[in-house]
């Protein structure tokens, strides 16, 4: 969570910073600030809400050495003083993580904080460590700490360079012609530079620009530490590595900002995400039949993990699986890394991730590969660590998601689930070519009634079975997480063991119905939440369903294997319009930020 973005070079940079904010605020958006420093000092500002509210302080500024930063808070509310950059004496540090010790730490300061915040806690510590040299100080505060961290760190002593260091958060480098930047995502640096350099785990860089008396170019050094080692004790043993550059990866057509929502002929980010769901599938369709992928029937026992929306279309992989026969675990990654599982022989994870770096999935990873056990990535983003650290990759090709509810990297999702679940059990893949335009159908589904009948109701239920359970799941958490109402998405035959006592007159109970041989168990349910008094809207292409429902919306017709694709996106519909609605923000909602990175 969180972007940082930094640059030290010959231009003045507020410009170059207050633009890479703006492409990262979809990492977090409680606060935003900027620092720059000269011999003179350092000139900070930071404040909460949206990276808007420092723009003007950001291009009045003239310095070339500066950090800036958007948060998604951790410790400490979102608000002016826990904002980042932190300022210290003649330091400033920007910082995405957590400093697990940091209360321990904070015992020993001298001086203390002025903030609740742990990234406060190391700035100090590093002003303690600091002798004269700046990446000494950054390194031996971190041998202090542990926890996770990807920061970016400058003094007035030293304005000519930055020093960063990244343990299990992201960070990459970036050379351009006048100066050297670093960022917490390669979004933010597009159009900036050309090449980058993505240090490695547990490394410090120090970032300087020529001081013209003494060189002629920018210097990037580095160091590394003992790879994955927890605490402390990683940065202790340095070594020099090797500062390959590479060229900055070409990204999909609409990178974060995107346009302006007037430009795009749409009222918000999400909506327009969800009328890109043809093309999202076609194009998906066309990198599935280019995939490489080891002898998957020889696999014995299949884990499917991911977060969220991630772990939604896990859950219908796995009945997928079921049906084929073949033996599955599906579990959100936050539980599987701390459930100490042990992989039996010949497994494999699959990890869904749109984003390639939510830290829990990350996690996953990590610990099937310290059991040597295959992983397989599915995700929407190519240079991301998850595509970096799995053995194997299926990629999504649903283009640059903004908006903080996932929509179409979902139906990307399922699609390549569907495609990896044949390929694992030996089966022709599904056929996808009719998927486009079934989908501008199931866009075009008329959701006026429902959201009408959602608007001020306090609770609802959304209901499937099997599948359709997993679709439902995936509706409940876009209404959850944009309309602020509280959702749940349950198996249907669940109900009448303990949540029916919930429903009273009026109470909305929505029911997805894609597959035949769930036709009637659904129709019992629906008649039971009724007689209770329920409101009921069903989702389905079968008549007989529809004729139970209070507000029928119609989907698309479509062969059954490829409903659960479909039927999600007028829930996605539902949700926006009801949001909407209510006058909220469906790109920017509450609490909540596009990319988890941290644990
Ligand atoms: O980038 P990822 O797919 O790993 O993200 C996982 C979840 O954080 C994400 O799907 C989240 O649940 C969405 N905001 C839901 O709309």
Redesign the pocket.
């Known amino acids: 969570m969180c972007g940082i973005v930094g640059y030290t070079g010959k231009s003045p940079c507020g410009g170059f910073l207050y633009e890479g904010l703006k492409r990262l605020e979809y990492r977090g958006y409680d606060s935003a600030g900027a620092a720059f420093c000269t011999t003179e000092g350092i000139f900070c500002q930071k404040k909460r809400g949206k990276v808007q509210n420092v723009r003007s302080f950001c291009l009045r500024r003239r310095e070339t050495t500066g950090i800036a930063h958007t948060r998604w808070a951790t410790h400490g509310k979102p608000n002016d003083l826990n904002a980042h950059p932190h300022v210290f004496g003649h330091f400033a540090l920007v910082h995405n993580g957590i400093v697990e010790n940091a209360e321990a730490l904070r015992s020993q300061l001298l001086t203390p904080c002025r903030s609740e915040t742990d990234s406060e806690v190391l700035l100090h510590t590093i002003a303690a460590c600091y002798e004269g040299d700046l990446l000494q100080a950054v390194r031996n505060a971190l041998t202090q700490c542990s926890g996770s961290w990807a920061i970016a760190v400058i003094s007035d002593y030293h304005p000519e360079e930055i020093v960063c260091a990244r343990r299990q958060s992201p960070l990459v480098v970036g050379k351009g012609k006048n100066g050297i930047f670093v960022a917490s995502d390669v979004y933010a640096l597009h159009g900036l530079c050309e090449q980058i350099f993505l240090p490695p785990e547990d490394s410090l860089v120090r970032l300087r620009r020529p001081a013209a008396e003494r060189e002629e170019a920018e210097r990037i050094e580095g160091i590394a530490g003992d790879t994955g080692v927890t605490g402390g004790a990683g940065i202790a043993g340095v070594e020099a590595f090797d500062m390959q550059l590479s060229p900055l990866p070409v990204l999909p057509q609409a990178m974060p900002p995107m346009p302006p929502i007037q430009s795009i002929g749409h009222r918000t980010h999400m909506e327009a995400e969800i009328e890109e769901i043809p093309r999202a599938v076609s194009d998906t369709a066309r990198s599935l039949a280019q995939a490489n992928l080891p002898d998957l029937p020889k696999v014995q026992a299949v884990f499917a993990t991911?977060?969220?929306?991630?772990f939604h279309a896990c859950v219908a992989f796995r009945y997928r699986m079921q049906r084929y026969g073949k033996p599955i675990i599906a579990e959100q990654a936050g539980e599987l890394r701390s459930g100490c599982v042990r992989f039996p022989k010949n497994s494999l994870l699959v990890a869904?991730?749109?984003?390639?770096?939510?830290a829990d999935?990350l996690a996953a990873i990590r610990l099937a590969k310290s059991q040597n056990v295959q992983t397989l990535v599915i995700t929407n983003v190519r240079h991301s660590s998850a595509a970096r650290e799995a053995d194997f990759a299926l990629f999504t090709e649903a283009g640059t998601e903004t908006a903080?509810?996932?929509t179409k990297?979902f139906n990307c999702q399922l699609m390549a689930l569907y495609f990896l679940a044949a390929k694992c059990v030996g089966r022709p893949v599904p056929d996808f070519t009719d998927l486009p335009s079934l989908c501008e159908a199931a866009v075009e589904a008329d959701v006026t009634q429902a959201v009408k009948k959602l608007y001020k109701k306090r609770g609802m239920f959304c209901l499937g079975q099997n599948a359709d359970y997993a679709i439902a799941r995936e509706g409940a958490?876009?209404i959850k997480?944009i309309c602020y109402l509280f959702s749940e998405g349950y198996p249907a035959a669940e109900l009448k063991h303990g949540s029916l006592s919930l429903i009273e007159s009026g109470f909305p109970v929505l029911a997805i119905v894609t597959q035949k041989s769930a036709l009637k168990k659904m129709k019992n349910t629906l008649r039971e939440a009724k007689s209770r008094g329920a409101t009921t809207l069903v989702l389905s292409q079968y008549r007989e369903a529809l004729a139970e429902a209070d507000v029928p919306v119609l989907l698309p017709m479509a062969e059954e294997d490829l409903m659960p694709i479909l039927a999600v996106i007028p829930l996605q519909k539902i949700a926006v319009e009801l949001c909407l609605k209510k006058k909220l923000s469906p790109d920017y909602p509450r609490n909540?930020a596009?990319?988890?990175t941290v644990e």
């Open positions: 991911g977060c969220g929306t991630a869904v991730t749109q984003s390639g770096e939510t999935t903080v509810a996932a990297s958490l876009k997480e909540l596009k990319s988890v």
